[in-house]
């Protein structure tokens, strides 16, 4: 069993483990799965101004931000005490074709050429890390959810509109991958 | 405090998304060029369990742990949806992380993810800041 733990868990344990969190949070709190709507309630907290948007009574939704303080524990756990963190057994032919595109260091989750602090001063670090982040964040906002609330929580009720998101957030994932990477290389 | 239980359910979230690799870079690229299962697999499982999960709660009829009925609040149709959820698919690709793994990679040690944290809640703000003015 700890064996089991310890290497990297395939689909179909993580895939319904995660389908779970649905009833949990329905069940034990009353909560529509969703993360994205954490970063409102960070922006209602910390700078609301006199913005609309942020004029609601963000402390009704503080077990979002317990939610995702606990992702962050999580992840370290699971780096310090599961293995979590080697190397990515990627297809060979996504190997290529990022190697192709310049990616030269495979040995972890994230690849360091991109992903550091020395890169973050370069252009094509701040647009993969800065650029990338606002576009996460205002496109998740606007959408009214992300991965979670919208292709998760949402499919499971059958809503149209997170069927729409969902399409919407892959044409973006594949404009990006096919048309635009190649020139932030 | 009934705020601990979703910390803890968090740590549960965090470390899944760890082990299944899905706050690898590597692995959202992988999906996007349609060249391995994994991530199709992850989410089409999860949907498949989160909508049995839901259609027994409805058919059963239950109630949540503290008695209250359980509210499935509907997802309006707007123009929002194809515009920023265009918009977060490429910012998906470029980083890797939709909102959830980002603190999980932040948990992994990754701390320049702090700063993709960052321009995240600056990119909700802006949103807020201008909402009135996009079309919905």
Known sequence: ?185 | MKNIKFLIYGIIFGIILTKAEVISWFRIQEMFRFQAFHMYGIIGSAVVVGAISILIIKKLKLKSSNGEAIIFPAKPYDKGLIIGGTMFGLGWALTGACPGPIFAIIGNGYSVFLITLMFATIGAWVYGLVQEKLPH
């Not at chain 1, 297809?91 to 290529?96: E, G």
């Not at chain 1, 994230?110 to 982040?133: R, Y």
């Not at chain 1, 606002?134 to 959810?145: D, E, K, P, Q």
Request: aromatic content about 16%.
């Open chain 1, 1 to 185: 069993m700890l064996e089991f733990i310890k290497e990297p868990w395939p689909w179909y344990v993580a895939g319904p483990l995660i389908g779970l969190f649905v009833p949990l949070l329905l069940i034990f709190g009353n909560k529509n799965f969703g993360i994205s709507s954490s970063l409102r309630h960070i922006c209602a907290m910390c700078a609301p101004l006199n913005i609309k948007y942020f004029k609601y009574d963000w402390k009704s939704e503080q077990w979002s931000l317990f939610y995702v303080i606990g992702i962050m524990i999580g992840g370290f756990l699971a780096s310090q005490y599961l293995m979590g963190g080697g190397k990515v057994d990627i297809s060979t032919q996504t190997v290529q074709d990022l190697t192709a595109l310049g990616v030269t260091d495979f040995s972890s989750y994230l690849p360091s050429d991109i992903f550091s602090w020395n890169e973050l001063l370069s252009i094509k670090g701040f647009i993969f890390m800065g650029i990338g982040g606002i576009l996460v964040g205002f496109g998740t906002r606007y959408a009214n959810g992300c991965t979670s609330g919208h292709s998760i929580s949402g499919l499971s009720n059958l809503q149209f509109s997170s069927l729409v998101a969902t399409i919407s957030f892959f044409v973006g994932g594949l404009i990006m991958t096919h048309f635009l990477l190649p020139f932030i290389f």
